[in-house]
């Protein structure tokens, strides 16, 4: 963003909050607050009225609403505070040149598109490093998530959707739809920062051209398309076309960060959440227990890691208020692992069940020679294929970018599924980690509804799928990872219907895990909107003095 389009839009608490994070960063500090906008440094605080876990959409809305509350409130984040420019002058590197940066500890990326043309030229060697993107490896199933100030919100495609509101009800029987509808989504939305691609722009642009070669490929197959809002500043991407603006999404960033355009929760919800003055965030600070002393509060065991991976520190927090927001694998990991080793014995037996992909499939199609996608391709999706009314097979596919600075004829898609299958996760008292039960079986669900729909488009078009981008097994279909994690403490199951954990008091989930693994779009629309709910009940009913 521009400092004059900060200006612009930013509100009083986020000038304050982001001056705060640059303090912060400028002096190193894994502790960000407003006190840390000036030169010395808090004193330890090991107690607040409240603590959130994590730092991602579910996270950052109780931060501010705790915050703009008159609570005080520390939020834990595993991951690091993501502003201060590498030797390039970078904060985030490109998905072209990854380095450290890039991934959480890892001493090779683990892009998800793995290779072109059967060749390994998409992976790199890095040095281990606490970077912004994880990839999560279960048995049978891989999820990407984020890591550090803002969770996800660093490292997704930006892509805004408000479920349909019909399978929003399917999902959430008891949740009142009329209220989501008319006050949380919109709520949502509006603090995120959603804007729309400015479609005359659309149409005319080398930076969609590969949408619309897929828009016309999904039309040639009778099916409809649809465009998708965002959170990234489509005036800062028709700027950096025009050649006014540093450019990001138009210069191969995305999965490892945006430098520029991008309103990840750092500039939005987090931002006022500081700037309330009632908010920390520690960084670098993993929570691995969670119990509860004999006066109702909670106590916390947290690690906190040093640049390297080795925990440097362990750190008890009290609180009276706890909220989960360590995301769908996070949360669900704390709750199981509380509830098996007794630290948390009452929790709901259904506390690790309820878990999906969202259904997701990636796959590539190839085009033919006179159906060039362009080589210049913004990263940031605008249009899914929308066939989810089509009860036989319900599919909603975003059509994906591959920018390379290449033509290469392919068509990306992510397709999401409504794939019914759901997985559990169990302790494992060797590792003191959690399993995941997901099995190949199930993600081939997602594959032959996927399937199903892409070969109408490639009949209809005369194309094949591409072969060479998932390995060198010529896999056509990725199913083996997830972008959208959903579930594991299902909203009504492990919690009562607003997010209240069964079992304790003041304990509550905010994220993704709220989710029964699946909501037929991109998820984070739909966990903000149901994080602001719970706070607006919890604020009115809960912490009343
Ligand atoms: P999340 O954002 O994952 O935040 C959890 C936070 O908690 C993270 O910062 C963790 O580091 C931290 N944490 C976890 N455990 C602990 C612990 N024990 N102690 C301290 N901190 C902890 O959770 N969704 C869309 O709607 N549109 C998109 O375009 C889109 N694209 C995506 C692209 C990629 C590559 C990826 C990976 C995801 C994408 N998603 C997209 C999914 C979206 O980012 C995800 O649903 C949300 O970020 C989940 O929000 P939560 O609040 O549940």
């Known amino acids: 963003m521009t400092a004059k389009l900060m200006q612009h839009q930013l509100t009083r608490r986020q000038i304050l909050g982001m001056v705060a994070l640059q303090a912060a960063a400028a002096s190193g500090l894994t502790r960000i607050g407003l006190q840390s906008a000036s030169a010395a440094e808090p004193a330890a605080v090991d107690n607040a009225p409240a603590i959130v876990i994590g730092s991602g959409y579910g996270g950052a809305v109780a931060a501010l609403r705790l915050g703009q509350a008159g609570i005080r409130t520390i939020v834990l984040e595993m991951g690091r505070l993501w502003n201060t420019p590498g030797s390039d002058g970078k904060v985030f590197c490109s998905t072209a040149a990854p380095d450290q940066r890039s991934m959480w500890f890892r001493t090779r990326t683990e892009a998800p598109l793995a290779t072109f ?121 028709q700027r950096e076309a025009a050649g006014t603006a540093t450019k990001s999404a138009l210069a191969q960033e995305v999965i490892y960060g945006n430098n520029h355009g991008k309103r990840s929760l750092d500039k939005t919800y987090l931002a006022s959440a500081l700037g309330t003055g009632n908010v920390t965030i520690h960084t670098m600070e993993k929570v691995r227990a969670i119990s509860r002393a004999s006066d109702g509060t909670y106590v916390l065991t947290a690690d906190r890691v040093d640049a390297t991976g080795t925990v440097v520190e362990t750190k008890q927090y009290g609180c009276t208020y706890l909220f989960l927001g360590g995301g769908s694998l ?25 878990w999906g992909t969202n259904g997701n499939v990636m796959l590539g199609r190839a085009n033919h020679l006179w159906d060039t996608v362009g080589a210049n391709q913004s990263t940031m999706p605008v249009m899914g294929i929308d066939d989810w009314a089509n009860t036989a097979n319900p599919v909603f596919a975003e059509i ?51 399937k199903k729909l892409f070969d109408r488009i490639n009949s209809a078009n005369s194309t094949i799928y591409r072969y060479d981008l998932f390995g060198s097994s010529n ?71």
């Open 117 to 237: 043309l059967w060749l390994d030229v998409v992976n790199r060697d890095i040095s281990r490093y606490p970077g912004v993107l994880d990839r999560v490896r279960f048995a049978d199933m891989s999820v990407f998530v984020g890591r550090g100030v803002g969770g996800g919100s660093l490292v997704n495609g930006g892509m805004a959707v408000t479920p349909l509101q019909s399978y929003f009800a399917e999902q959430f029987p008891t949740v009142d739809v009329n209220e989501m509808y008319g006050t949380y989504f919109p709520r949502a939305r509006s603090v995120l920062g959603v804007n729309s691609v400015d479609p005359a722009w659309f149409e005319s642009t080398e930076w969609y051209q590969f949408t619309r070669v897929s828009r016309k490929h999904a039309q040639n197959a009778g099916l409809r398309t649809t465009f998708v809002p965002s959170v990234y500043d489509f005036g800062h991407m």
């Open 330 to 354: 996070g949360t669900t990991e704390l709750l199981v692992r509380a509830r098996e080793t007794g630290t948390l014995p009452a929790l709901d037996a259904s506390v690790g069940s309820g």
């Open 400 to 450: 994906a970018p591959l920018p390379t600075g290449l033509e290469h004829w392919v068509s990306l898609y992510l397709a999401i599924t409504k794939n019914p299958q759901r997985a559990s996760f169990s302790y494992d008292s060797g590792t003191g980690g959690v399993r995941l039960g997901w099995t190949a079986a199930q993600s081939a669900v997602s594959v032959s509804m996927a």
């Open 475 to 545: 896999k056509i279909f990725a199913d083996d990872f997830t972008y959208h994690p959903l579930g594991g403490c299902v909203l009504g199951k492990a919690t009562d219907n607003y997010g209240r954990v069964k079992g304790y008091s003041k304990l509550y989930v905010t994220d993704g895990s709220l989710v029964p693994g699946s909501i037929g779009v991109n998820p984070f629309v739909t966990i903000t909107a149901l994080a602001e709910r719970t706070m607006a009940r919890v604020l009115a009913e809960d912490t009343a003095p």
